[in-house]
């Protein structure tokens, strides 16, 4: 695994999307190993290395979290900003990639320092190069040493 093929966490609630990111996945042949979380408390549990996470060799600190705002227990806003007030994690790279088209959720996303804010396109294919186009951003951005 070279140095770009750092791992991206998800954290998203809605099967259905699940399933067409790891279709996405396959279809463009992302090198990227992904892991994915249900609800905004996993996400930061996997963030902190908590419960079940504490592994590291088997849990590795992402290199890009996609996050979803309308998640149970704690919503991606919430995540948001847990992270960007972490001193250790405040330089992760956030990508809101929601359904919400809400002005109010891209405001705060910002103002929260998310890195982008994508809605979820319609239809398989273009959730799919949407997913790819993410992955491509990411692997040209070049990301300073933690």
Request: net charge negative; hydrophobic share 40%.
């Amino acid at each position: 695994m070279d140095e770009k093929d750092f791992l991206i966490l998800m954290a998203e609630d809605n099967e259905h999307d699940i399933i067409a990111t790891k279709r996405a996945w396959t279809k463009y042949k992302i090198s990227n190993p992904l892991f994915i979380v249900n609800d905004g408390e996993e996400c930061l549990d996997y963030l902190y290395q908590r419960g079940k996470y504490n592994d590291l060799d088997q849990f590795k600190t992402p290199g890009v979290l996609l996050l979803d705002i309308n998640m149970p227990k704690l919503d991606g806003i919430a995540v948001l900003k847990t992270v960007r007030n972490d001193e250790k994690l405040k330089r992760l790279p956030v990508i809101m990639l929601t359904t919400s088209k809400a002005d109010e959720d891209k405001i705060k996303s910002y103002e929260l320092y998310a890195n982008a804010y994508i809605v979820k396109p319609v239809g398989f294919d273009n959730f799919a190069l949407a997913v790819n186009n993410i992955n491509i951003f990411w692997k040209m951005v070049e990301l300073p040493v933690k």
